[in-house]
């Protein structure tokens, strides 16, 4: 990197004797056959040294299902799928496909949460959400870096995508406790009254394409 730009040579040979000019042009081309030998050597071995690179030794073992507090392999599962390292292609979890008797089973445990859940009043919701808040802060460089081998994108990305996550739980901590109903007058002196009260238990179908 040292040697003279081509421009640079181009000036010289215009302005330069050729005793002058010659022998800088000559190791100018020294340097560069050096540079074309040193790239064609190490790039194929730096491209099979990338490609063998891993994000990690991580594997997951414990069943992805999780239902009554407690992670559970599904109760009517048959089908084993495989989830893959997209940089790589190592099979990171191996998984059985729930059925139709595991989806029931994990909306019928939601039904008994939400009897617990629905009693609780909006500050004390808050404070589970404040709480689920800090333990993904505090764990934020490990659910990232997961993230990262489970589907491939970058880890700044990941990083974006988990502090988004605890600032959205720290959002609606703070919004449980403050959300009322309303006083609504009628005539006649009468008035009625709204209350705001948990939805109950919703499900999302998201298929792919």
Same mark, same amino acid.
């Given at each position: 990197?040292?040697?003279?730009?081509?421009?640079?040579?181009?000036?010289?040979? =215009?302005? $330069?004797?050729?005793?002058?000019?010659?022998? &800088?042009?000559? &190791?100018?081309?020294?340097?560069?056959?050096?540079?074309?030998?040193?790239?064609?050597?190490?790039?194929?071995?730096?491209?099979?040294?990338?490609?063998?690179?891993? /994000?990690?030794?991580?594997?997951?073992?414990?069943?992805?299902?999780? *239902?009554?507090?407690?992670?559970?392999?599904?109760?009517?599962?048959?089908? *084993?799928?495989?989830?893959?390292?997209?940089?790589?292609?190592?099979?990171?979890?191996?998984? /059985? $496909?729930?059925?139709?008797?595991? +989806?029931?089973?994990? !909306?019928?445990?939601?039904?008994?949460?939400?009897?617990?859940?629905?009693?609780?009043?909006?500050?004390? =919701?808050?404070? +589970?959400?404040?709480?689920?808040?800090? !333990? !993904?802060?505090?764990?934020? @460089? @490990? !659910?990232?870096?997961? @993230? /990262? +081998?489970?589907?491939?994108?970058?880890?700044?990305?990941? =990083?974006?995508? #988990?502090?988004?996550?605890?600032? $959205?739980?720290?959002?609606?901590?703070? &919004?449980?406790?403050?959300?009322?109903?309303?006083?609504?007058?009628?005539?006649?002196?009468?008035?009625?009254?709204?209350?705001? @009260?948990?939805?109950? #238990? $919703?499900?999302?179908?998201?298929?792919? /394409?």
């Amino acid at each position: 990197h040292d040697a003279l730009p081509i421009s640079s040579l181009c000036f010289a040979r =215009r302005s $330069c004797p050729s005793s002058v000019y010659k022998p &800088l042009a000559q &190791l100018f081309l020294f340097f560069l056959r050096m540079l074309n030998a040193t790239v064609l050597r190490t790039f194929p071995s730096r491209l099979v040294a990338a490609m063998s690179l891993s /994000t990690g030794a991580f594997s997951c073992t414990q069943p992805l299902n999780y *239902r009554g507090g407690a992670r559970v392999e599904p109760a009517d599962g048959s089908q *084993r799928e495989e989830a893959r390292e997209p940089s790589t292609g190592r099979v990171i979890a191996t998984f /059985t $496909c729930s059925g139709e008797k595991e +989806v029931d089973l994990a !909306i019928k445990s939601a039904q008994d949460a939400f009897k617990v859940w629905s009693q609780k009043s909006g500050s004390e =919701r808050g404070r +589970v959400l404040l709480e689920a808040a800090r !333990i !993904i802060r505090e764990r934020s @460089e @490990e !659910i990232a870096s997961l @993230e /990262t +081998v489970n589907n491939g994108k970058s880890i700044f990305e990941a =990083r974006v995508d #988990v502090e988004i996550s605890w600032q $959205c739980l720290e959002y609606y901590a703070g &919004l449980a406790g403050a959300m009322g109903g309303q006083h609504v007058q009628l005539p006649g002196g009468s008035f009625a009254y709204t209350r705001r @009260e948990p939805l109950g #238990v $919703c499900v999302g179908d998201r298929k792919s /394409t």
